[in-house]
């Protein structure tokens, strides 16, 4: 195929290069592909027929001017085109792409091109998943961008990209999903599909925290007013959200999880993962201990690691410890308790606690104390309100001490001011009394002398 290998050129610059081996997804194009193309429909079909070794069947159905007859069997062909040479694999599917694209049915037909190219690239193992995505991101970019197809096509380059793990050629695009969903009306169970793919694509990548919040949004796609949220699909999903917010080593707000009407239906139908739940979000340690013990086998039969939850639930009781002192001077005892460790060990934890970032602060080991700078509330209620208030009238009361001290003071520094300045009038006016004195005693003794003469 000599010419098929520069049919298509992209006029922008920014989309893919459609004969490039790379394993790169480059940023989705989010407006229409203009291509150049040499020959005509029936000549460049009966060409790439002639390549798939379908020539004599084609040629009568374009005799007939059957453009649909001969495209569905060229795409029924395609899968042949996984074995061609390396060199030629992509100019032979860009010009399958370019066919297809030309159709009214091109709904139909693209499916299976996008079915082909998530199946193995046998002519070129190593570089087949690059080859693949090249093509199938050429595909999107020739798509309107209100095409629902684009929808499947997505859905064909998560597989790829799941199937050889090439999770960082997808990092960049996620920023547009939410844009790509609503051009393409998404219903709120494709949607839901969507993200659980891209969390699965994440989670298989060792991208945890991505995987988690794309749980997230697939949860928030059931409906609080439908029955749906005590669907099997929606337990699946929220048990999956808590076991990856459970273990996290960086995940301590539950909020996220607990406003979730689907996770809150958790309560009916599985009131044990609910409990667990309640106590990673607002209890301490000693709860935690206690459901340990009165579920015996129930973390391990849950794959929940008893040594991460024990961890991070010593590390959120002392937030708690430190947002329920009003004092902010927790002595080294009472951590010791509250965190059930020796003595000597209070240091450690405390470090581990900031550098969590759930509390800051400074250790005295002169004093044996903590002094809590500032502090994450795990849950704000009415408990929580209740203690700003508390602590707000507090203020309250001490800035009061401290203006009328600041008042009195005031008071009586205006008073010295006024006596000091009495003071000096007083002195002022007895200087120049004696001054004046002088004066006229001067003055009668030079009359005498005067008067003597």
């Not at 209890?283 to 690691?305: S, V």
Request: include cysteine; charge should be negative; charged fraction near 30%.
């Amino acid at each position: 195929m000599p010419r098929a290998r520069n049919y298509l050129a992209p006029q922008d610059p920014i989309l893919f290069k459609l004969t490039c081996v790379s394993v790169q997804l480059h940023a989705m194009a989010r407006t229409t592909q203009h291509v150049f193309i040499d020959g005509t429909f029936a000549d460049l079909s009966q060409e790439l027929a002639d390549y798939l070794n379908i020539g004599s069947e084609v040629t009568p159905l374009l005799e007939q001017n059957k453009k649909d007859d001969v495209l569905k069997k060229l795409v029924t062909a395609s899968i042949a085109l996984n074995a061609t040479p390396e060199k030629e694999f992509t100019a032979a599917y860009n010009l399958l792409v370019y066919l297809v694209i030309q159709s009214p049915s091109v709904n139909i037909f693209l499916p299976k091109i996008c079915d082909n190219l998530s199946r193995p690239i046998t002519s070129s193992p190593q570089n087949g998943p690059g080859l693949a995505l090249n093509v199938l991101t050429t595909v999107f970019n020739l798509l309107a961008p209100d095409n629902e197809v684009r929808f499947n096509v997505f859905q064909a380059v998560l597989r790829l990209i799941k199937a050889n793990g090439l999770y960082e050629t997808l990092r960049s695009q996620l920023k547009n999903l939410d844009a790509w969903v609503q051009e393409w009306e998404l219903d709120e169970e494709d949607q839901r599909k969507l993200f659980g793919m891209v969390a699965d694509v994440a989670d298989d990548a060792g991208e945890e925290e991505e995987a988690y919040e794309f749980i997230l949004k697939a949860l928030r796609t059931f409906d609080p007013k439908d029955k749906e949220i005590s669907s099997e699909e929606a337990q699946t999903l929220s048990l999956r959200a808590l076991k990856a917010a459970l273990l996290s080593p960086t995940h301590y707000d539950f909020h996220d999880l607990t406003s979730l009407p689907a996770i809150q239906a958790l309560s009916d139908s599985h009131p044990t993962h609910s409990e667990l739940l309640d106590i990673f979000s607002e209890k301490d340690l000693e709860d935690y201990t206690d459901f340990r013990d009165e579920n015996e086998n129930f973390l391990e039969e849950q794959d929940l690691d008893n040594s991460k939850l024990h961890r991070k639930m010593r590390l959120l009781t002392m937030a708690s410890l430190c947002a329920s002192t009003n004092s902010k001077e927790i002595p080294y005892k009472l951590i010791a308790k509250a965190l059930q460790i020796p003595s000597e060990d209070v240091e450690m934890w405390v470090i581990d606690v900031i550098r969590a970032g759930l509390v800051e602060g400074k250790l005295s080991q002169q004093k044996q104390m903590f002094l809590v700078h500032r502090t994450t509330y795990r849950v704000f209620g009415e408990k929580q309100w209740r203690e700003i208030a508390t602590r707000l009238d507090q203020w309250k009361e001490s800035l009061k001490v401290v203006k009328e001290v600041i008042s009195r003071e005031r008071q009586q520094a205006e008073a010295q001011k006024e006596r000091e300045m009495h003071e000096a009038d007083r002195k002022l006016a007895g200087a120049s009394g004696m001054g004046a004195g002088r004066r006229t005693g001067g003055n009668r003794d030079n009359m005498v002398e005067m008067g003597t003469d």
